[in-house]
């Protein structure tokens, strides 16, 4: 093995290499895409975990709607392309793969009331820069997570069955982003995503967390938040750097705000998101070397996220979303809104 492959073994990536294409070597890597139907106003997900277990690679795969719909399964069996963009996890009663995604096609069968099949345009990919949706944390090695939004906008055709209901997708807007690293998910971390602003072409993603790795048997931990907004120009900003474009996060269960500055450049960007509790999934995430999923992400679908940007104080784009999905995770907490609930992992609605 070379020595490049040794080192986006450990999870991490040189400047201007694709973090899309799979890290052989880590212990999870999370395949997600979320549509958004703003003419109808509903959102779904769909997403397949690529787990490096003790019997062999499996899967954490799972299906979810705006409209209380949730699905999700611990199977055996899983693989990243080797090349490119694409997962598939699972096997299908059919036969088939349970989920099978890449950056054109997306189709998912867990059972006869929970089915996906998209044809997917990637209209807004990640711009070519020399770094990722990580930033300058994508070159560190052994990470417990990397975050990349690798498409920033699609259209989607297809259909989609959940529980008693069937959707038409034709025309959706679709999001894709991936993330990856060692064993486990961050004591804590936040999410968001959105569409379905009065600009089709705009998009607002943000991830953050607690950041632990070991370099060279140096301990690093930290907090940070990356957040990347697709203007309806279509100028992309990314912040989250320490130092020269940081990001402040202040998270709850129901409410999240984010302020972040572009130093250099002179931008400022708020984001204020909210979304009742008691209408959150309950999603699983990954324990790879146990082989087994357990709670720990509280998941809104369609939640409210307000986004202002604004350049050496003049305004350049404000905008609202009524269909964001906003994601506050931890084992803890999840599973203690999972007892509340009385053991069920679906929301409230």
């Not at 090695?141 to 975050?147: D, E, G, S």
């Amino acid at each position: 093995m070379d020595l490049l492959a040794r080192y986006r073994g450990t999870g991490a990536d040189l400047p201007f290499h694709d973090p899309a294409r799979s890290h052989p070597g880590v212990a999870m890597e999370g395949y997600f895409w979320r549509v958004t139907d703003p003419a109808a106003g509903r959102a779904l997900i769909a997403l397949v975990g690529v787990n490096q277990g003790p019997s062999g690679p499996w899967a954490t795969v799972g299906l979810a709607s705006s409209e209380g719909f949730l699905e999700t399964a611990a199977l055996p069996g899983a693989e990243a392309a080797p090349r490119g963009l694409g997962a598939r996890g699972g096997r299908s009663t059919s036969g088939g793969w349970a989920i099978e995604g890449t950056a054109h096609r997306l189709t998912v069968d867990l059972g006869p009331r929970a089915r996906l099949d998209l044809a997917l345009e990637p209209e807004h990919r990640w711009p070519r820069r020399h770094l990722g949706g990580s930033s300058v944390f994508q070159v560190v090695p052994r990470l417990n997570q990397y975050w990349h939004p690798w498409l920033l906008g699609g259209r989607a055709t297809g259909t989609a069955v959940l529980g008693d209901r069937s959707w038409h997708l034709d025309g959706a807007q679709v999001y894709g982003e991936k993330n990856w690293g060692a064993e486990g998910f961050p004591d804590a971390w936040w999410w968001g995503q959105a569409h379905g602003f009065a600009e089709p072409g705009a998009c607002v993603a943000f991830a953050g967390g607690q950041v632990a790795a070991r370099p060279l048997g140096m301990p690093l931990r930290t907090e940070v938040t990356a957040l990347v907004v697709r203007l309806p120009s279509g100028r992309v900003l990314r912040l989250g750097d320490p130092g020269l474009t940081p990001v402040a996060a202040r998270v709850e269960d129901d409410a999240w705000a984010l302020r972040g500055v572009d130093r250099p450049g002179g931008w400022r960007v708020e984001v204020d998101g909210g979304a009742p509790l008691a209408a959150a999934h309950v999603l699983p995430v990954p324990l790879p070397s146990q082989g087994r999923n357990t709670p720990g992400d509280l998941e809104h679908l369609a939640g409210t996220l307000e986004v202002r940007v604004a350049r050496r104080g003049r305004e350049v784009w404000r905008g609202t979303s009524y269909l964001a999905g906003l994601e506050h995770g931890g084992l803890a907490r999840a599973e203690a809104e999972l007892a509340r609930r009385g053991g069920d992992p679906s929301p409230q609605v």
